[in-house]
C-alpha cells in the first residue's frame, strides 16, 4: 500500500506571521530544535517559509521583522505519496516542506519525517556519508560561523586537540546568541555582521551539543531512529570523525534510479542556467564512465548570492560511496567547470589508488 502525506505530516506546526520579528524567529527554532518556519497570514492561509541559514546570511537585524525574508516553497497536498514529498525535498533543498489544503496550512512534512518510512535494506553509511568538516572545541563561535559560511554548511563535529570528537555544533546553537542584542550586539548590527560583534569569549564548547556517533559500515536501517532528536550522525574511526550522514544523505540513496546516472538540480530556479549546468555535468559523466563503477546519481545545489557569485555544491553517488565536490564563479559555466575540475582530480586520485592496489594484490598472489 502506497503511503500518503497525510500519515505522515505533522499537524501541530509552530508558525510565525510577517510581523514576527528576526529575534522571536531564532528564539522560536531554538526552542522547538528546528530550521525552518512556515509563515501564515491571520486566516492561517500560507505565505512562505523561513529558514536559519537564510537570515543569518542576510542583512537583518534581530529587531528587524520577517516580511522581507519570507522565501516561497513548493507545497505538498495531503493526498500526494511519500515519494514525491521525497524529490520535493531533495530539489527544493529544503529540511522541510509545508502540507497546504486549500490554501491553508494543514501540516509539515521534514526531510525527518520521510526517512522513518524509508527501507535503506543492507546500503551502509560508508554509501551515503559526507566528508566531515570540523571545528575544534576551543574556537571562537564568529569563527566557527565564518566557516559554516564558507562550506555552506549547518553544522561542525566539535573535535578536541587531540582530533577526538567531543560535541557538535549546530547552526540554531549560534542563532539564539547572535538575536540577543543587548547581551551579544549592538541594537543596530545587521545579523550577517553580527559574528564580529559576538563578545570574544563565546566559544565552541561552550554551545555544542553532544553528538550521536557510529562506526564505519553500520547499516543505514540501524540508525534511522536517531535522526528522530538529532539532525546529523557523526562517522568515527578510533574516536576521530570520519564522515557525517544527514537525513536527507540518506533520502538521496533512494531517489529514482534510471539506466543511465540522473542528475538532480536544488536550489536554482533560473532554466538556463540549470540547463548550463546540467549539460556541463552529463558530457563529464561520460568521460568517467567506468572509473568510478556504477554512478548512481548527482545531487547538485547551486546557489547564487548576494556577492553575485554562484556558488555549486554537488554529491557524485556512487555504489561505493559518495564524492563531494564545491566551487565559486562569477556565473554559472564558470562554477561548474570548476566544480568538475574538482571532480575529476578527486576521480583520478581515487581511480589511480585503485589501480595501484589492484596491482599490488595480483603481485602479492603471484609472490
Same mark, same amino acid.
Not at 126 to 152: F, P
Not at 300 to 317: E, F, M, P
Given at each position: 500500500?502506497?503511503?500518503?502525506?497525510?500519515?505522515?505530516?505533522?499537524?501541530?506546526?509552530?508558525?510565525?506571521?510577517?510581523?514576527?520579528?528576526?529575534?522571536?524567529?531564532?528564539?522560536?527554532?531554538?526552542?522547538?530544535?528546528?530550521?525552518?518556519?512556515?509563515?501564515?497570514?491571520?486566516?492561517?492561509?500560507?505565505?512562505?517559509?523561513?529558514?536559519?541559514?537564510? %537570515?543569518?546570511?542576510?542583512?537583518?537585524?534581530?529587531?528587524?521583522?520577517?516580511?522581507?525574508?519570507?522565501?516561497?516553497?513548493?507545497?505538498?497536498?495531503?493526498?500526494?505519496?511519500?515519494?514525491?514529498?521525497?524529490?520535493?525535498?531533495?530539489?527544493?533543498?529544503?529540511?522541510?516542506?509545508?502540507?497546504?489544503?486549500?490554501?491553508?496550512?494543514?501540516?509539515?512534512?521534514?526531510?525527518?519525517?520521510?526517512?522513518?518510512?524509508?527501507?535503506?535494506?543492507?546500503?551502509?553509511?560508508?554509501?551515503?556519508?559526507?566528508?566531515?568538516?570540523?571545528?575544534?572545541?576551543?574556537?571562537?563561535?564568529?569563527?566557527?560561523?565564518?566557516?559554516?559560511?564558507?562550506?555552506?554548511?549547518?553544522?561542525?563535529?566539535?573535535?578536541?586537540?587531540?582530533?577526538?570528537?567531543?560535541?557538535?555544533?549546530?547552526?540554531?546553537?549560534?542563532?539564539?546568541?547572535?538575536?540577543?542584542?543587548?547581551?551579544?550586539?549592538?541594537?543596530?548590527?545587521?545579523?550577517?555582521?553580527?559574528?564580529?560583534?559576538?563578545?570574544?569569549?563565546?566559544?565552541?564548547? /561552550?554551545?555544542?551539543?553532544?553528538?550521536?556517533?557510529?562506526?564505519?559500515?553500520?547499516?543505514?536501517?540501524?540508525?534511522?531512529?536517531?535522526?528522530?532528536?538529532?539532525?546529523?550522525?557523526?562517522?568515527?574511526?578510533?574516536?576521530?570523525?570520519?564522515?557525517?550522514?544527514?537525513?536527507?544523505?540518506?533520502?538521496?540513496?533512494?531517489?529514482?534510479?534510471?539506466?543511465?546516472?540522473?542528475?538532480?538540480?536544488?536550489?536554482?530556479?533560473?532554466?538556463?542556467?540549470?540547463?548550463?549546468?546540467?549539460?556541463?555535468?552529463?558530457?563529464?559523466?561520460?568521460?568517467?564512465?567506468?572509473?568510478?563503477?556504477?554512478? %548512481?546519481?548527482?545531487?547538485?545545489?547551486?546557489?547564487?548570492?548576494?556577492?553575485?557569485?554562484?556558488?555549486?555544491?554537488?554529491?557524485?553517488?556512487?555504489?561505493?560511496?559518495?564524492?563531494?565536490?564545491?566551487?565559486?564563479?562569477? /556565473?554559472?559555466?564558470?562554477?561548474?567547470?570548476?566544480?568538475?575540475?574538482?571532480?575529476?582530480?578527486?576521480?583520478?586520485?581515487?581511480?589511480?589508488?585503485?589501480?595501484?592496489?589492484?596491482?599490488?594484490?595480483?603481485?602479492?598472489?603471484?609472490?
Amino acid at each position: 500500500m502506497v503511503m500518503k502525506v497525510s500519515e505522515i505530516m505533522v499537524t501541530n506546526v509552530a508558525t510565525l506571521t510577517v510581523e514576527d520579528t528576526i529575534a522571536r524567529a531564532f528564539n522560536l527554532m531554538g526552542d522547538k530544535s528546528i530550521n525552518q518556519v512556515p509563515v501564515v497570514d491571520e486566516q492561517g492561509s500560507y505565505v512562505g517559509m523561513i529558514s536559519a541559514k537564510h %537570515l543569518l546570511g542576510s542583512s537583518a537585524q534581530p529587531s528587524s521583522k520577517l516580511k522581507g525574508f519570507v522565501v516561497s516553497t513548493s507545497t505538498l497536498n495531503p493526498a500526494d505519496e511519500i515519494e514525491k514529498a521525497a524529490q520535493l525535498v531533495i530539489g527544493t533543498g529544503n529540511r522541510a516542506l509545508p502540507v497546504v489544503e486549500n490554501g491553508r496550512l494543514v501540516g509539515l512534512v521534514s526531510e525527518t519525517d520521510i526517512v522513518q518510512t524509508a527501507d535503506f535494506g543492507h546500503a551502509t553509511v560508508d554509501e551515503v556519508m559526507s566528508g566531515a568538516i570540523v571545528i575544534e572545541d576551543d574556537t571562537l563561535l564568529a569563527d566557527a560561523l565564518t566557516k559554516m559560511r564558507r562550506y555552506n554548511i549547518s553544522r561542525l563535529p566539535v573535535i578536541d586537540k587531540k582530533g577526538i570528537l567531543r560535541g557538535t555544533l549546530n547552526i540554531l546553537d549560534a542563532a539564539q546568541v547572535i538575536a540577543a542584542p543587548k547581551e551579544r550586539t549592538s541594537k543596530s548590527a545587521a545579523i550577517s555582521g553580527a559574528t564580529s560583534k559576538v563578545k570574544g569569549n563565546v566559544k565552541v564548547k /561552550d554551545l555544542m551539543r553532544r553528538a550521536v556517533s557510529v562506526e564505519r559500515g553500520t547499516k543505514l536501517n540501524d540508525l534511522v531512529s536517531n535522526f528522530k532528536n538529532k539532525e546529523e550522525v557523526i562517522v568515527v574511526g578510533d574516536g576521530r570523525p570520519m564522515g557525517i550522514v544527514t537525513p536527507k544523505d540518506a533520502l538521496e540513496l533512494i531517489l529514482p534510479k534510471k539506466d543511465e546516472p540522473v542528475i538532480h538540480m536544488a536550489h536554482l530556479d533560473n532554466e538556463d542556467d540549470r540547463r548550463d549546468i546540467e549539460e556541463h555535468l552529463a558530457r563529464f559523466l561520460k568521460k568517467i564512465q567506468g572509473k568510478l563503477g556504477n554512478v %548512481l546519481s548527482v545531487v547538485v545545489y547551486a546557489d547564487k548570492h548576494k556577492t553575485r557569485k554562484y556558488s555549486i555544491r554537488t554529491r557524485l553517488i556512487t555504489a561505493k560511496g559518495v564524492i563531494n565536490a564545491r566551487a565559486v564563479g562569477y /556565473d554559472p559555466i564558470s562554477a561548474v567547470k570548476e566544480l568538475i575540475a574538482r571532480l575529476d582530480r578527486q576521480i583520478k586520485a581515487e581511480h589511480t589508488q585503485k589501480v595501484k592496489g589492484r596491482k599490488q594484490r595480483e603481485s602479492a598472489r603471484k609472490m
